[in-house]
């Protein structure tokens, strides 16, 4: 899978890759000449497997389709049936994945505030209410709590409706919907009713957009048993957990980040659906296994392109699924590597970095040459000024100085 | 307040306005006087002393449209006014659910005390004309949401007493597979949607069982789908911000959905009365833009008059309608409550219009059913509750495979374990032993 990086902004252009970048050291080890560069953009490769044409993996079925397309017309590997696919923003593959669902089952619904004539407010539902009418796009008056349960209600009788959380914050005010009915009533009533909504909405730490507006829900949520959580970080993921999400008959809450959505991206033009439980390799590696998730991926990224210029080499993984955590890919990578580093924008108290902790420390204690660290933001609520807020959340040079710490 | 419940009083209008002159204002806050605040006491039965001349605080008015239906039926037939209303077959009906109600409640009791059942278990003595008025009216593809006074609401619907009870007594057998209890009731079949600890919180999942009627109707196209739902809740919860987001969502989308206000005048210990602004509920649907209407909800008859009329509006697609019904609650708020607070006079009152025992005199006065014929029902229904209580009792308890079962529809959402398996593959999982 490619990721453009796609500038939008001062911080975004720290994540450009501006700056050099080895290719040498960069290898995969799996494939032969992987690595690329076109100009000053850097296309990182995820796990290399190549899946079209091939047989899926054993337990996705069907057209599950769960790591990168082999893309490049440049490939010498040979040319495969895959179409060169499409370029897009993360908030257009978002659309793409609920648009595509929305054509493909009748009872696929939206509601939430703004999510119809205006389109959503960072325009994920751009131009669907004109398309499917003001019905299957709902927008709402402004009563989190209520349009949660009535979705939920609605799920309860047949439909599957996606909620749409102005902003991730909001969902504070249906917590007792999210906590009491959407997570648990699959079980209090017996396994007698499903509840297969889905609720989504952009969260994480913006351009000085105030405490409230900058929160990271997923901490909060992650006790409630009976749910699902995932975090998207790129288009490709983004479409293809979407999609995911909608077929599951779970309820799965989909954290978007405020500040990903012009995140560009080529992705295949077929039709493709992720598990929403597995984890992402991002960067295969020996020396230290750095686990992310969201945003924060990009911050370990541009660290690791600098750690890789010192000379280590740090295997990424982007979680994904926060709530299970995929313990396989988790644990075969501390298995290698023996060091863990967490880096997430999470606050540090109850965090999903966390519990990780916690999962990994339980299931893979043996494996470990050193404790595992864990960056998360600051226990503060997100200040206003530019610089507090900076210091708020993790830093590509703290990332460097946590992995040459713990590569001691 | 009237009293005794006859034929002729069904036909009249409502009773609220017969005890007082017609020049009397209604209700007025403004003109309350100040023993308000005072004697809780003093001051709720003051007004049920039924003199003419008594201050109207508790009086409230119907809208209009009700009491006209009824008024006009008097008026088309002179004929044999027990005609008009029921016949004698939806008379043993009503009866036999009312009855139900009753003893099945009453049954609970016994088992709780006997240590069958733990927790909080809210019964529902005394306020069987609201289910059995609405609910008895509905169809099966009609849903029923309530609150955690919810046994009586899931019979009414149809739920089978045997399946309540072993809910109840924790058993696999209950319709829960005993994994809700007293306060979470559900049947897909008989769509009763639960069942709520916290009070409010049923009611926008019925708004959402109301918007998939709608939606049904017009994206899915599927002509005709008409179902209602009826969301069943108390007084307490109508000074909850949930009810009033409802109102008005139901209301801006003309959802077909009937919020049936069971007024007990008491939300454990607090009266309605010192929690609420303006105790007129039924005013708050107008409020929001539907019709409010007040009914003596401890007679079955003018409940199922009124609830023909609100449920039939519903279909027709006109909208929603608020229906506050004034009960009460023959026992305390739960089998944990002393229930020392309310004045001993009141409950009387309440006792003195019970509504089976009101609505047997309706039956045998207008000669829809003799002595026997209910006595044989009510035999009916005892043999029935026991039944129930037995097959609870032999029912087995939830074994260890059952409590990882329905956490998720999906049971993939538990994950992949390390071994690169999903957690739900390992065999030793539906035994309950594995690690989650």
Redesign the interface.
């Known amino acids: 899978m490619a990721a453009i990086f796609h500038g939008f902004g001062p911080a975004a252009a720290a994540l450009s890759s501006s700056s050099s970048f080895d290719s040498k050291r960069f290898q995969l080890p799996s494939l032969k000449s992987q690595t690329e560069r076109k100009g000053s953009v850097l296309v990182v490769r995820s796990d290399g497997r190549v899946i079209p044409g091939s047989n899926p993996k054993g337990?996705s079925a069907g057209k599950l389709v769960t790591n990168a397309v082999a893309a490049k017309a440049d490939s010498s590997a040979t040319a495969t049936a895959s179409k060169p696919g499409h370029e897009l923003l993360l908030f257009e593959a978002l659309r793409e994945g609920l648009e595509e669902e929305m054509d493909r089952d009748?009872?696929v619904?939206v509601m939430g505030e703004d999510v119809g004539h205006y389109g959503g407010s960072y325009k994920v539902t751009k131009d669907l209410a004109t398309k499917y009418?003001d019905?299957?796009v709902l927008d709402?008056?402004i009563?989190e709590?209520?349009?949660?349960?009535?979705?939920?209600?609605?799920?309860?009788?047949?439909?599957r409706p996606i909620v749409e959380g102005m902003n991730m914050g909001f969902l504070l005010l249906a917590f007792?919907?999210i906590s009491?009915?959407c997570g648990m009533?699959?079980?209090?009533?017996?396994?007698?009713?499903?509840?297969?909504v889905v609720i989504r909405g952009p969260g994480g730490v913006g351009r000085q957009l105030g405490a409230e507006h900058s929160q990271r829900l997923e901490s909060y949520f992650q006790s409630i048993?009976?749910i699902?959580m995932v975090a998207c970080s790129t288009p490709y993921n983004a479409k293809g957990l979407m999609k995911a999400a909608i077929r599951?008959?779970?309820p799965v809450i989909l954290f978007e980040h405020v500040l990903l959505y012009n995140l560009k991206e080529r992705i295949p033009d077929e039709e493709y659906v992720l598990s929403?439980?597995?984890a992402e390799m991002v960067r295969p590696g020996e020396h230290i296994t750095i686990l992310t998730y969201s945003r924060m991926r990009y911050h370990v990224m541009q660290a690791a392109k600098t750690l890789v210029n010192k000379g280590y080499d740090p295997e990424v993984i982007d979680i994904r699924?926060l709530?299970?955590?995929?313990?396989?890919?988790i644990?075969n990578s501390v298995k290698k590597t023996h060091r863990v580093l967490i880096v997430e924008e999470c606050m540090r108290t109850g965090g999903i970095g966390a519990s990780l902790t916690a999962a990994i420390s339980e299931?893979?204690h043996d494996y470990l040459d050193a404790p595992i660290v864990c960056l998360s933001s600051q226990d503060v609520p997100t200040p206003y000024a530019g610089t507090l807020e900076e210091w708020t959340v993790v830093q590509p040079a703290q990332i460097v100085a946590a992995v040459e710490q713990l590569c001691q | 307040m009237s009293s005794a419940f006859s034929a002729i009083k069904i036909i009249q209008p409502l009773p609220l306005k017969s005890s007082r002159s017609s020049d009397k204002p209604l209700f007025d806050p403004f003109r309350t006087p100040s023993s308000f605040l005072g004697s809780i006491h003093k001051f709720r039965f003051n007004s049920l002393n039924n003199t003419p001349s008594s201050p109207c605080h508790l009086r409230r008015s119907a809208v209009v449209a009700v009491s006209d239906v009824v008024k006009e039926k008097k008026l088309k037939s002179n004929s044999s006014l027990s005609n008009l209303l029921m016949t004698k077959e939806e008379g043993l009906e009503v009866y036999e659910d009312l009855i139900l109600g009753r003893y099945f409640e009453d049954m609970c009791a016994q088992m709780y005390y006997r240590g069958k059942m733990f927790g909080f278990v809210h019964l529902y003595n005394g306020q069987e004309a609201v289910s059995t008025g609405f609910i008895k009216l509905l169809k099966k593809e009609d849903?029923v949401?309530s609150t955690y006074r919810d046994h009586v609401h899931a019979l009414s619907k149809g739920v089978p007493a045997r399946a309540v009870m072993s809910e109840l007594f924790g058993k696999t057998t209950?319709?829960?597979?005993?994994?809700?209890?007293s306060m979470?009731m559900?049947?897909?079949e008989h769509n009763v949607?639960?069942?709520?600890?916290?009070i409010g919180?049923g009611?926008?999942?019925?708004?959402?069982?109301?918007?998939?009627?709608?939606?049904?109707r017009?994206?899915?196209k599927e002509e005709g789908c008409d179902h209602v739902t009826l969301a069943f809740f108390g007084d307490g919860t109508c000074n909850n911000?949930?009810f009033f987001?409802?109102l008005?969502?139901a209301a801006?989308?003309k959802l077909p959905i009937i919020f049936v206000v069971e007024n007990n005048l008491w939300a454990i210990g607090m009266s309605h009365l010192r929690a609420t602004s303006d105790p007129e509920i039924w005013k708050k649907g107008p409020a929001f833009g539907m019709p409010g209407v007040h009914v003596d909800g401890m007679d079955v008859l003018k409940v199922r008059e009124v609830a023909k009329e609100a449920i039939g509006r519903a279909r027709r697609g006109e909208g929603p309608t608020l229906v506050e019904c004034e009960t009460y609650r023959f026992r305390g708020h739960s089998l944990a409550d002393p229930d020392e607070l309310r004045d001993p006079a009141e409950k009387a009152h309440y006792a003195a219009r019970d509504p089976i025992t009101a609505f047997k005199k309706y039956m045998i006065e207008n000669k829809l059913a003799n002595e026997a014929e209910l006595k044989a029902i009510e035999k009916k229904i005892e043999e029935v509750v026991e039944e129930a209580v037995e097959f609870a009792d032999a029912s087995p308890h939830p074994g260890r495979s059952q409590l990882l079962?329905?956490?998720?529809?999906?049971p993939?959402?538990?994950?992949?374990?390390?071994?690169?398996?999903?957690?739900c593959e390992d065999p030793k999982f539906t035994q309950g032993t594995a690690h989650v």
């Not at chain 2, 949607?193 to 916290?198: D, I, R």
Request: charged share 15%; proline share 6%; net charge neutral.
């Open positions: 337990r009748p009872t619904c009418g019905l299957r709402t008056p009563a709590n209520s349009f949660t349960g009535m979705a939920i209600g609605a799920a309860m009788t047949g439909l007792n919907q009491n009915n009533l699959h079980y209090t009533s017996g396994g007698q009713f499903t509840i297969p048993p009976g699902q599951s008959e779970n929403l439980e597995e699924s709530k299970p955590f995929d313990l396989h890919t644990g299931n893979f | 849903s949401i209950g319709c829960c597979r005993g994994q809700g209890g979470h559900f049947s897909k949607l639960g069942g709520f600890a916290f919180e009611i926008p999942v019925a708004t959402g069982a109301a918007f998939t009627s709608k939606y049904r017009e994206v899915l911000g949930q987001e409802c008005n969502m801006l989308w079962e329905n956490v998720f529809a999906d993939k959402g538990f994950g992949i374990g390390p071994d690169g398996r999903y957690r």
